[in-house]
Structures are given as structure tokens and as C-alpha cells.
């Protein structure tokens, strides 16, 4: 007996189709596809370290695997840029509900019998605190490492976002696996391929 067809995978794959930034310049455009893979190397690292470094528990391959999936609702509805989304609390509680409505969507497209084992990566709402907290915060890195680079491209569209950004990544500097991995990785992240070789090669 042939199974009904899905569309969740067709859905997923459409990441790469959907721009970030959308209604900023960017000199590197960039995706979904792209960012959320960034947010879940981002995640593991940070759980990795919190693991080996101060006494954390969590499993750094379910806190990657979240971080893929936490902008799912993004192939229903685009990005919407934080600007906009946050620009009074009336938009912030519709955008929300909207986000909400095509997680379930995204969920609803599986085959019944698969939908147990996505419910905790798809819908936002019943995710983890502890791994939805190690997410934002890889979220709000790979923002700010965007931003930066952005930058350091001397495109100073993005001059108001690093500075919106700063505060947070300092409040975030208080957990201890975030703060050794900005001193560690962070300044490497802009540098050419030429001083990444040679960096490595003085190894």
C-alpha cells in the first residue's frame, strides 16, 4: 500500500529561496539554508563548551538539530526583519501568532505517524528552555557576526544593527560558554583567507 505523499521536505528546501536582510543593502547576501546551519554549528560549539568547560549536560547534537529547525515558519512566511516585527507590541503579538500558525502548518505536513518526533523541533513553543535559550543565543551571534562583516565591507547600512547588537552580545557574555566562545572564535570570524592560512600555519 503506497503512502500518502508530504510536503514538509519540499517545504524545508525551499530555505535557500528566502533572503535575510530583505529590506537592507547587503554586500553578501545571505538565506535561511545559510544561517540556520550557521546557528546550529554555533549551538553545538556552545554546548560543547558549556559541557567540557562548566559542568553543562546538554546534548550538543539535539541543540544543533533545534537550531536547524528554528526558522521553519520562515518558509511560510519569509523573513521578516526585526525592525518591523518589533516596531510596536500589537505587530510583535500578530507576527507571533503568525510564526506560531505555520509552525504548526510546517508540522501539520508530515505524515501523522512522523509529527511525535518533529513536534519539539518545529514548534517553537515546546522546545526546551534550556535549549531554546543555547539557540537564541547562537542566533544572536551569527546575527552579530553577519553584522560585522557587513561592516568590515564598509557597508555602514549595518552601522545601527551592531550597535543595537553590542548590548546583547555583552548581557550574553554573562554565561560563561558564551564568553569563551566570542574570546576564542569570534575575532577570527571576519579575516581574509590569506590571514586565516597564515594564522593556521603558525600553529
Not at 535557500?16 to 543593502?25: A, N, Q
Not at 535561511?32 to 546551519?37: D, I, L, P, R, T
Not at 549595518?158 to 550574553?172: C, G, Q
Request: hydrophobic share 40%; aromatic share 8%; with cysteine.
Amino acid at each position: 500500500m503506497s503512502q500518502p505523499s508530504s510536503t514538509f521536505l519540499a517545504w524545508l528546501f525551499r530555505m535557500p529561496l528566502i533572503r535575510r536582510w530583505s529590506l537592507m543593502f547587503c554586500v553578501k547576501p545571505e538565506n535561511v539554508a545559510e544561517h540556520s546551519h550557521q546557528v546550529a554549528i554555533v549551538a553545538h560549539l556552545l554546548t560543547v563548551i558549556k559541557n567540557s568547560k562548566f559542568g553543562g549536560t546538554l546534548s550538543p547534537e539535539k541543540a544543533a538539530t533545534t537550531a536547524l529547525y528554528h526558522e521553519c515558519s520562515e518558509t511560510w512566511l519569509g523573513d521578516i526583519v526585526s525592525p518591523v516585527k518589533y516596531s510596536n507590541p500589537q505587530i510583535t503579538k500578530e507576527f507571533k501568532l503568525l510564526e506560531q500558525a505555520a509552525e504548526q502548518q510546517c508540522l501539520d505536513s508530515l505524515p501523522p505517524e512522523l509529527r511525535g518526533a518533529f513536534a519539539d523541533l518545529v514548534v517553537q513553543n515546546n522546545i526546551e528552555p534550556e535549549y531554546a535559550a543555547v539557540v537564541k543565543a547562537a542566533d544572536i551571534i551569527c546575527a552579530y557576526v553577519k553584522a560585522k562583516d557587513e561592516l568590515a565591507h564598509h557597508n555602514h547600512e549595518f552601522d545601527h544593527v551592531v550597535a543595537k547588537m553590542e548590548p546583547r552580545i555583552a548581557e550574553l557574555r554573562q554565561q560563561p560558554e558564551v564568553a569563551y566562545f566570542l574570546d576564542v572564535f569570534l575575532a577570527s570570524c571576519n579575516n581574509t583567507l590569506d590571514s586565516l592560512t597564515q594564522s593556521q600555519q603558525r600553529r
